[in-house]
């Protein structure tokens, strides 16, 4: 049993150090599409050459990429790496509950696994419509946006996951409760 445990708590150091390195890849992510629209916006990117040929020139030239598409790709990846850095902190904030605990078998962890796992499955999807609209909205004012893609969901298993998991961890919870009711009578 003691084993299992540990062998818990590592899963769950490890898990902690992988949404922190999310968090921060999504933030990189979010200002770099930040930055990204701000210079197309700004003319910045025809003032950036290399070897006499502007990055905007190459990437619409050699991609076949037009500027109202990267402008949606720019915001629609703004916003799904925003979200998905609010979601990995929610992750992290969990995972480090759980450590500070020292078991996820508590109904407060269960009750925080649920709201992980809500999010997980509500959050992605709202933010794959708002990137939707937002494309939709800039082919009005931009000519020649290509489709793109925005149909992945599984965040959703991994949501349903953490939900079936959260109701395993209130049982053991409640579990570990009765053991120690009826050990103390």
Known sequence: MKSSLQTIQTLAKIAKVLCKIAFVFCIVGAVGCLLGICSLALGITGALKIGGVTIHGLIEQNAGVTLGTM???MAAG????TAEAFLAEIAGN????????GTPFTTQGADELKRLG????VLPLVTMIVASIVCKILTIF?????ELRLDDYSSV?????FLVVSVLCR??????SARQQNSEQ
């Open 118 to 121: 809500i999010w997980t499955i």
């Open 171 to 176: 049982y053991g919870a409640e579990a570990l």
């Open 78 to 81: 703004l916003i799904l790496c």
């Open 94 to 101: 969990y995972f480090r509950h759980v450590l500070e605990v």
């Open 142 to 146: 931009l000519p020649g946006i290509a």
């Open 71 to 73: 402008y949606a790709s």
């Open 157 to 161: 298993a991994l949501g349903v996951g």
